[in-house]
């Protein structure tokens, strides 16, 4: 049987991905509402309940209004906004945080899609808070840097109207209070909110995450070899992952930190640099904030509540 699929918010920059991954499948229909008509509560109301599953691509609230418009129990929801990120009620989407993850989202009724910051920290420390290396109340920073289609239609507006006057480099969230920070928090395990500074470049998509680690005061040192193996295994025993760890190596600079390089897909890639002399370590993940952060991510995870193959449309 075909799927009905509804993308509430289409015309934003994630609807647009998502409408273009799923071009061209022959087992899912995808239904629109008409441009004149996506502020009629009525028509989306509509729409939601006709679909088996609704990708929802809205602000947190016109999200939550969503949801409270479908009424028929049996639609599906993948929610891409924060809204439901750390709800109990709604399974988290990133397929690759746990061994059995996957098969939650397989038989969740609703999905938060992951934010595109939290999972570059949560595939890197998770790892190691299961595997004992660092405790959980362990103080860590976050440093991150995003293409300006992180901010949404108005940052995108602004950069591309700033031409060549445009910031390179423009630190923001300086309150300490992002939206991300509670579900950073929950899923890496943390026991307390990471410090965490996100910053905006002048490209428009694609990202990398750092996490720097000051060992010398744990009571048990971890050395670098063994950050990297905790990591390293954490995902090889994950079927259909899209993340992959690179091998563990001493190296001043590699140009597989571009935080471009991954655009377009939606892969993971995670390294592990280390100074065992100084007890000093650097966790970090390269990925597209509009794939494996937004869109992509989504796609995953409607393979895996339709029962196909995660990477279908994702090539």
């Not at 700033?162 to 923001?172: R, V």
Request: aromatic residues 8%; hydrophobic residues 45%; proline residues 6%.
């Amino acid at each position: 049987m075909v799927a009905r699929i509804f993308i509430d918010g289409e015309a934003g920059t994630t609807g647009l991905q998502i409408r273009e991954r799923l071009a061209g499948r022959r087992d899912l229909e995808v239904i629109s509402i008409d441009a004149d008509k996506r502020k009629d509560i009525n028509e989306r109301a509509r729409l939601l309940n006709a679909a088996d599953i609704a990708i929802l691509c809205l602000p947190d609230d016109a999200a939550k209004e969503s949801v409270a418009l479908i009424d028929n129990g049996t639609t599906r929801v993948i929610d891409a906004s924060s809204a439901f990120r750390v709800h109990p009620d709604w399974a988290y989407g990133f397929a690759e945080m746990d061994k059995g993850q996957s098969a939650v989202i397989a038989k969740a009724r609703f999905v938060s899609n992951p934010g595109c910051y939290p999972q570059g920290p949560i595939a890197t420390l998770r790892p190691l808070i299961q595997a004992g290396l660092l405790p959980a109340a362990y103080p860590v920073s976050v440093n991150a840097i995003s293409g300006y289609t992180g901010g949404g239609k108005a940052m995108i507006a602004e950069y591309e109207a700033a031409g060549a006057s445009a910031s390179h480099f423009m630190p923001y969230g300086l309150t300490f209070e992002h939206k991300h920070v509670p579900e950073m928090t929950a899923y890496t395990k943390l026991a307390q909110a990471p410090l965490f500074v996100p910053s905006v470049g002048d490209y428009a998509q694609g990202m990398v995450t750092f996490v720097p680690l000051q060992l010398g005061h744990l009571g048990v040192v971890p050395r670098g070899e063994e950050l990297h193996a905790a990591i390293a295994d954490h995902f090889a025993a994950i079927p259909d992952s899209f993340v992959s760890v690179a091998p563990y190596a001493a190296l001043a600079k590699t140009p597989e930190l571009d935080p471009q390089i991954y655009n377009n897909t939606n892969t993971m890639r995670l390294h592990v640099f280390a100074n065992d002399a100084r007890a000093q370590a650097v966790l970090v993940a390269v990925y597209d904030n509009l794939g494996k952060g937004a869109s992509g991510a989504a796609v995953q995870n409607l393979n895996l509540m339709l029962g196909v193959s995660p990477r279908e449309g994702l090539a």
